[in-house]
């Protein structure tokens, strides 16, 4: 949540440039933000609804394999969206969400790739390694990515990860942004 919120802040005071912001947790209605720059305070109902929908990545319900569309080059917002994820990601994935520490959890991540060969070659090296941990099993999805994108595209590993977050952004960010 702590992400979100940030994500959120910087979009709101960037892209919009609102400046007197406060956030409110409300234990079972979640986090909201209150604006109370004036420009804000005096938009319609259409004006919200457009910030909404501009914030709004997020389609459908749980069962709708494709939830989030981002073809091409990624907006700014979004691009700024990914930095602040990714300087979070390593920690809060793989320590207390452990993303990739149940049978389920690494099937639903390892469906975001598109290639058949890597889900399976991982999926094979993560049974066979038994308990091992989130981090030890992303690291070994980016090695698998790195070599995926060197053999088929000739590109450097150290665009690699970009690409890997351009591959799974679509359903990934489901989880990680608002």
């Given amino acids: 949540m702590k992400i979100a919120v940030r994500i959120l802040d910087e979009t709101l ?12 947790y409300s234990g079972r209605r979640g986090v909201h933000c209150w604006i109370a720059d004036e420009n804000a305070r005096k938009l319609t109902n259409q004006g919200r609804g457009a910030i909404a929908d501009y914030l709004s990545l997020v389609v459908g319900g749980d069962q709708q394999s494709k939830k989030v569309n981002l073809s091409g080059a990624p907006h700014p917002s979004i691009k700024r969206s990914i930095d602040s994820i990714s300087r979070y990601f390593e920690e ?5 969400q452990d993303f990739l520490g149940t ?12 290639s058949k060969t890597i889900q399976e070659e991982l999926l094979k090296k ?4 038994g308990d091992s941990s989130s981090k030890t099993r992303w690291n070994q999805l980016k090695q698998a990515w790195f070599k995926f994108v060197k053999d088929k595209k000739g ?8 690409e890997i977050v351009i591959q799974v952004r679509n359903n990934l960010a489901v989880y990680l942004i608002p």
């Fill in 13 to 24: 005071r960037k892209d919009f440039g609102f400046s007197k912001l406060l956030w409110v």
């Fill in 92 to 96: 809060l994935m793989m320590g207390s």
């Fill in 103 to 114: 049978f389920e959890k690494r099937q639903k991540v390892l469906s975001m790739l598109p």
């Fill in 126 to 129: 993560w049974d066979d390694a």
């Fill in 155 to 162: 590109k450097h590993e150290n665009n690699a990860i970009y």
